[in-house]
Every structure is written in C-alpha cells, then in structure tokens.
C-alpha cells in the first residue's frame, strides 16, 4: 500500500516536498515511481527512484527542478519539487514496481498505486 501527501497550493517559483509512504511490503525490492495527471489531460511519469541502488531518472519536464530520494529506513520517497510553475499543478501519484526501474515504464506493470495528492500552483 503506497500514501501520497504533501500536496497543497503553492505560488509560482515555490517549492513543496511530496511524500510517499509504504507498508504491506518489503520497501527495498521495490522501485519507486512518481506520475502526475493535470486537468484533461493523460497521466504522464516524470520520474522514478530504483530499489536498492537508488538509480534516479528525470524526465526533461522535471529535470533540474524536481529531485526524488528514498529513505528505505522510513519506507518513504520524497519528491522534492522547486521552481514550481502553473503547468506543474496536477495530481501526483506514487507507484511502486518491484526489482530494478530505470526508466518510466507503462502504468500495467506496477504493483501498487498511491491514491493521488494534488498540487496547484498559481501564477
């Protein structure tokens, strides 16, 4: 079971820490991915955190703004999101894939989903 939080309103050039909690499974099998869905338009992933060797991918929307990192101590990732613009309000989602991740890979092959926390960010 994966708990999204740490959503809110945020102004443009703001910054906001998301989290993602983990229970029911063992934390350090499984990669960590975060996916965002704004209004009308398709869920996309912007990036993911491997189990283990902490492996990091960005995808170029987010790169040099958002920065992923996981404390398997906690069974927690963190999406530390900076420089937020409008065009990043959106819910994100966490989802979880067990072995090693990458890269985004198609929404089918995770095992668990987050329920999602918004972020809105004005202009």
């Known amino acids: 079971q994966l708990q999204a939080s740490g959503g809110g309103l945020v102004q443009a050039g703001g910054s906001l820490r998301l989290s993602c909690a983990a229970s029911g499974f063992i934390f350090d099998d499984y990669s960590i991915a975060w996916y965002r869905q704004a209004p009308g338009k398709e869920r996309e992933g912007i990036l993911c955190?491997?189990?283990?060797?902490?492996?990091?991918y960005y995808s170029d929307s987010v790169k040099g703004r958002f920065t992923i990192s996981r404390d398997n101590a906690k069974n927690t990732v963190y999406l530390q999101m900076n420089s937020l613009k409008p065009e990043d309000t959106a819910i994100y989602y966490c989802a979880a894939l067990r072995g090693i991740l990458s890269t985004i890979r198609e929404e089918a092959l995770y095992d668990s989903w987050g329920q999602g926390t918004q972020v809105t960010v004005s202009s």
């Open positions: 955190i491997s189990s283990r060797e902490g492996i990091t």
